[in-house]
C-alpha cells in the first residue's frame, strides 16, 4: 500500500492553490451600515463597504457596485468599465457640494448608472464624461446642478432611458463626436437649455435622437449651435412633447453647420416654437408635427417628405 507522508500531502495541496487563478470580484456592494476598510474582504454582501469609491477600488472591469440600501453613497470618479446600481426599491444617493458628482476621464470605459438619484449641493456637474467610449444612464434623476447634469466630451456612446434631468442650468450637453440616443425622458426647467448638441472640434460631429420624451420649461428646449465650420451637429426627435419653453427647437449657425429634424412631435406653449438662425443651420419637419400656441417662428422650416 502506497503511503504519503502528511508533510508531503500538504505541501501538495499547497503547491496547486498557488498556481489557481485569483478570485474574480465581479459583483461588490455598499450599505448605510458597510465600513471601507471592508475593501480587505472586497466588499462582499455579508461585509459591504461604506462609498462607490471604495468599492471602486476592489471590482473588476466590467463587474458592478450594488447599493443595498437607502443612503448616500458619495461622488466617485470612475476609472474602469463598471455598473453603479441601486437595489430596486431602494434610495441610492450621490450628492456633491463641488466639482462633479460622477467623473468619468478614462480611456475606453464603458459606464452604466441605473437607479440612482444624482443631486448637486454645489456641485457643477452631475456626470461629466471627457473620455471614455461608452455611458448608459438609466432610471436616474440628476437635479440642481449649476452647470451640467450630464455633460459628454467624448468620442462615445451615450444612451439616456428612463431618466428625469431636471433644474439645472443645462440639461444634456453633447460636444465632440458624442452620438447619444434619449429615449422615454424627462427633460425639465434646465434655466439654459434642456438639450445642447455643440462642437467646437474641427471635423467632428455630435448627434443626438430624442424619441418618445418630454422636453419642457428648458429656455431653449432643444438646442443644435455650432461655431466650426468643418463640423456638424445633429439632433432628430421623434414622438415628443416640446412645451413652454422660451424657444422649442433652434437650430443655430455660428459659423458652422447644424441639423434638427421633428416628427410626430408636440410643438406647443413655446415664445418661439422653430427657430432656424443662420445660412448654415436646417430646421426640418416631415409635416406630421402638432404646432400649437407658440409665438412667431424664426427663419425657414424646411419641409421633409415621408418616405
Same mark, same amino acid.
Given at each position: 500500500?502506497?503511503?504519503?507522508?502528511?508533510?508531503?500531502?500538504?505541501?501538495?495541496?499547497?503547491?496547486?492553490?498557488?498556481?489557481?487563478?485569483?478570485?474574480?470580484?465581479?459583483?461588490?456592494?455598499?450599505?448605510?451600515?458597510?465600513?471601507?476598510?471592508?475593501?480587505?474582504?472586497?466588499?462582499?454582501?455579508?461585509?459591504?463597504? =461604506? #462609498?462607490? @469609491?471604495?468599492?471602486?477600488?476592489?471590482?473588476?472591469?466590467?463587474?458592478?457596485?450594488?447599493?443595498?440600501?437607502?443612503?448616500?453613497?458619495?461622488?466617485?470618479?470612475?476609472?474602469?468599465?463598471?455598473?453603479?446600481?441601486?437595489?430596486?426599491?431602494?434610495?441610492?444617493?450621490?450628492?456633491?457640494?463641488?466639482?462633479?458628482?460622477?467623473?468619468?476621464?478614462?480611456?475606453?470605459?464603458?459606464?452604466?448608472?441605473?437607479?440612482?438619484?444624482?443631486?448637486?449641493?454645489?456641485?457643477?456637474?452631475?456626470?461629466?464624461?471627457?473620455?471614455?467610449?461608452?455611458?448608459?444612464?438609466?432610471?436616474?434623476?440628476?437635479?440642481?446642478?449649476?452647470?451640467?447634469?450630464?455633460?459628454?466630451?467624448?468620442?462615445?456612446?451615450?444612451?439616456?432611458?428612463?431618466?428625469?434631468?431636471?433644474?439645472?442650468?443645462?440639461?444634456?450637453?453633447?460636444?465632440?463626436?458624442?452620438?447619444?440616443?434619449?429615449?422615454?425622458?424627462?427633460?425639465?426647467?434646465?434655466?439654459?437649455?434642456?438639450?445642447?448638441?455643440?462642437?467646437? @472640434?474641427?471635423?467632428?460631429?455630435?448627434?443626438?435622437?430624442?424619441?418618445?420624451?418630454?422636453?419642457?420649461?428648458?429656455?431653449?428646449?432643444?438646442?443644435?449651435? *455650432?461655431?466650426?465650420?468643418?463640423?456638424?451637429?445633429?439632433?432628430?426627435?421623434?414622438?415628443?412633447?416640446?412645451?413652454?419653453?422660451?424657444?422649442?427647437?433652434?437650430?443655430?449657425?455660428?459659423?458652422?453647420?447644424?441639423?434638427? !429634424?421633428?416628427? *410626430?412631435?408636440?410643438?406647443? #406653449?413655446?415664445?418661439?416654437?422653430?427657430?432656424?438662425?443662420?445660412?448654415?443651420?436646417?430646421?426640418? !419637419?416631415?409635416?406630421?408635427?402638432?404646432?400649437?400656441?407658440?409665438?412667431?417662428?424664426?427663419? @425657414?422650416?424646411?419641409?421633409?417628405?415621408? =418616405?
Amino acid at each position: 500500500m502506497s503511503r504519503f507522508s502528511p508533510v508531503v500531502f500538504l505541501l501538495a495541496v499547497a503547491g496547486a492553490m498557488s498556481v489557481l487563478p485569483a478570485e474574480a470580484v465581479q459583483r461588490v456592494f455598499v450599505a448605510s451600515y458597510g465600513s471601507d476598510a471592508n475593501t480587505a474582504t472586497n466588499c462582499g454582501f455579508t461585509n459591504p463597504c =461604506r #462609498g462607490f @469609491t471604495a468599492a471602486m477600488t476592489v471590482v473588476d472591469p466590467g463587474g458592478e457596485v450594488v447599493a443595498l440600501d437607502a443612503a448616500g453613497y458619495g461622488a466617485v470618479t470612475i476609472t474602469k468599465s463598471v455598473t453603479l446600481t441601486a437595489n430596486p426599491g431602494f434610495y441610492a444617493g450621490i450628492a456633491a457640494s463641488g466639482g462633479n458628482a460622477v467623473t468619468i476621464a478614462t480611456a475606453a470605459v464603458k459606464v452604466t448608472l441605473r437607479g440612482l438619484n444624482i443631486n448637486g449641493v454645489g456641485a457643477l456637474n452631475g456626470v461629466s464624461m471627457t473620455n471614455g467610449a461608452g455611458l448608459s444612464i438609466e432610471n436616474c434623476v440628476i437635479s440642481n446642478f449649476s452647470t451640467d447634469a450630464v455633460y459628454v466630451n467624448a468620442t462615445a456612446t451615450v444612451r439616456i432611458i428612463d431618466s428625469l434631468i431636471r433644474d439645472n442650468e443645462f440639461g444634456i450637453v453633447l460636444q465632440g463626436a458624442a452620438t447619444a440616443d434619449i429615449a422615454h425622458t424627462k427633460i425639465l426647467g434646465n434655466a439654459s437649455a434642456g438639450l445642447l448638441v455643440f462642437s467646437q @472640434t474641427a471635423s467632428s460631429t455630435a448627434s443626438a435622437t430624442v424619441t418618445d420624451s418630454v422636453l419642457a420649461k428648458n429656455n431653449v428646449n432643444v438646442h443644435a449651435f *455650432e461655431t466650426v465650420a468643418s463640423a456638424l451637429n445633429r439632433i432628430v426627435v421623434i414622438r415628443s412633447s416640446i412645451t413652454n419653453g422660451t424657444y422649442g427647437l433652434r437650430s443655430q449657425f455660428a459659423g458652422g453647420p447644424t441639423v434638427i !429634424s421633428v416628427s *410626430e412631435s408636440l410643438v406647443a #406653449g413655446n415664445s418661439t416654437g422653430f427657430s432656424q438662425e443662420g445660412a448654415g443651420s436646417t430646421l426640418e !419637419s416631415l409635416g406630421n408635427n402638432t404646432a400649437r400656441f407658440n409665438g412667431p417662428d424664426v427663419g @425657414t422650416v424646411t419641409s421633409i417628405a415621408l =418616405r
